[in-house]
């Protein structure tokens, strides 16, 4: 059976039946021998902002530059208010 096929059965369950479905499924995969992709015992490179000086720069001048659109917008949304009659 395809899950297409199983989709308008699962969607007429109940809210607790659902949940007991949901259940029965994460256990099934917790006991799963191939899950992940991960080896043991491998040294996985994980990329972080340590030791990168110009990003808080870059973020810094990306804020700076957002806030000062939306006080340019709100500053012409103020004088076109102002102006109309």
């Known amino acids: 059976m395809t899950l297409t ?3 308008p059965a699962v969607r ?3 809210i607790i039946q659902k949940l007991k479905l949901i259940r029965i ?3 099934d995969l917790e006991t799963a021998e ?3 992709s991960l080896e043991p015992y491998k040294t996985y490179d994980l990329p972080t902002p340590y030791n990168s000086f110009g990003a808080g720069a870059a973020l810094m001048q990306a804020l700076e530059l957002e806030f000062d659109v939306c006080f340019y917008r709100s500053k012409m949304e103020f ?3 102002s102006k109309t009659p």
């Open 34 to 36: 191939d899950i992940s």
């Open 5 to 7: 096929e199983m989709l």
């Open 25 to 27: 499924l994460a256990e």
């Open 79 to 81: 004088e076109v208010k």
């Open 12 to 14: 007429q369950l109940s």
